[in-house]
Nanobody, 127 residues
Framework: QVRLVESGGGSVQAGGSLKLSCAVS?????????MGWFRQAPGKEREGLAA????????YYAASVKGRFTISLDNAKNTVYLQMTNLKPDDTAVYYC???????????????????WGQGTQVTVSS
């Protein structure tokens, strides 16, 4: 069973940067896999931010973060990263790492199709 553990959240001022990490265990490499990041702000629905294929050859971004956030992975460390730059107060949310044994194409960012979720890490951006 896949287990995801996020880290790297915290408080930062607007314009600052943070890098989130997601340690993935119980995962066997497969090309038919999709890993990504969602977030949920208070009073708002969960939003899919970015996804990446296991080979790292394809990435997908929400319009709200494209150009500011970068998803990457290190297969040797079984870790997925989310580098966040030029952070805004609207980026304040709990950030979740997700994974599922399906292709990103046709499935990302449908929340119901991702069964493995981390516990979340809080990101707070002050103005």
């Amino acid at each position: 069973q896949v287990r995801l553990v996020e880290s790297g959240g915290g408080s930062v001022q607007a314009g600052g940067s943070l890098k989130l990490s997601c340690a993935v265990s119980g995962y066997t490499y497969s090309s038919n896999y999709c890993m990504g990041w969602f977030r949920q702000a208070p009073g708002k629905e969960r939003e899919g931010l970015a996804a990446i294929t296991p080979g790292g050859d394809s990435t997908y971004y929400a319009a709200s973060v494209k150009g500011r956030f970068t998803i990457s992975l290190d297969n040797a460390k079984n870790t997925v990263y989310l580098q966040m730059t030029n952070l805004k107060p609207d980026d304040t949310a709990v950030y979740y790492c997700v994974a599922e044994g399906l292709t990103c194409i046709g499935h990302w960012p449908r929340i119901a199709e991702f069964g493995a979720w981390g516990q979340g890490t809080q990101v707070t951006v002050s103005s």
